[in-house]
């Protein structure tokens, strides 16, 4: 047997040990990071060929670094609507600085000030597509057409008026109107309903009914700034029971604005008081104030009164063996020959989780396993270097017989 080749195995355990204790150290370190995943150090043989008889030569040991990428971490609610967790298979498509793609499971995004993205602790951007023209169709194993993730270039929205509602009792006791008496106004009762034009102006139509017959009144709109032609005119006839059995809708031309149908279907002609009210769609410019993500990784641009429209869709990007991503600076991961290319899709298809919104996915570090690991690898660590010690006393001994 070889002293010097003694020598080394005491060395080469030592260094795997070393290894060991480093992954113990970078777990440990980040046992509260957002969406890490553990590293292990695990061993392998190195034999030399020594035969069965003779002199034995030891060999070494090698470390092979493995990340548990694919065991999740605890889901953890926060009190922020921006932070995403994956429940599931999946990693959230970012850019650094340069436009260079990456993989990730930290999800604790914040708006960047500068430019409104939305951008986590490690300064990635989330990517996501673009809701503008309509559904995306995604390129399935590339990131293509990704943008930042940004509700603010929503900006200001005016909803013009495109659908109404007229409804309550037009009073059965209300006389037929005769144009020719004395005091005629022109309308037998008059209320009014509010719209929105093209540009989100409120403009008040009146609304002039008028019982021509027993159970039938004319019902009018007008536009107050032109009041003498009618914006909107229907008939609506009543039955025996004093429901709706005609003319249950009207046209009207909103000024500046969409032709909507105001719905009457909802008018009755009862005994008692006259009573309406009307609801009329649209809005006043309203600008973005905040973020919703649903579990199909929608995002929603909420507005200050309260309504959400769909800006973008974020994608989850997967792989066939997470395990051999490359990791990067940052908590990211790129793809590397072991680990497969990059597939796209959607959350909740093809075997990827779901999103949680309010909620960030903890790392998977068990801190009590990091600690028994390494008062293991001290133990081991300090019998190699008996090793090497004995090796070299015995070298020692072998020096001084020539002496």
Known sequence: MSLIGVLRTGVSGMNAQSNRISTVAENIQNASTTGYKRTSAEFSSLLLDSGDVGNYNSGAVETTLRRSVSEGGPIASTNSDKDLAIQGNGF??????????FMTRAGNFVVDGKTGNLVNAGGFTLMGYSLANGTPNPVLNGVADLKPVNVSVMGQEARPSTAATVSGNLSFETPVYDPTATGAIGYSKKNSLKVY???GRPVTL???????????????FFDP????TPVGTTSVTFDGNGKVNGG????????NGRSITVDLGGLTQLSGDHNLSGTANGSSPTSVSGTAFGEDGTVYAVYTDGTRKAAFKVPLAD????????P??????????????IQVGFAGQGGRGILKAGALEQSNVDVSTELT?????QTVYTANSKVFMTGNELLETLMNLKR
Do not use: C, H, Y
């Open 319 to 326: 792989v066939a063996s997470p395990d051999n991503l490359a």
């Open 248 to 255: 249950g809708s009207a046209l009207v031309a909103v000024p």
């Open 197 to 199: 034009d093209n540009v």
């Open 328 to 341: 990067r600076a940052g908590n990211v991961f790129t793809t590397s020959a072991e680990s497969g290319d």
């Open 373 to 377: 690991t390494m008062i293991e690898s």
């Open 206 to 220: 009146d609304v002039q009914m008028t019982k021509t017959a027993a159970n039938t009144w004319s019902v009018e």
């Open 225 to 228: 700034a032109a009041p003498t």
């Open 92 to 101: 959230f498509v970012v850019s650094d600085a340069a436009g260079a793609p």
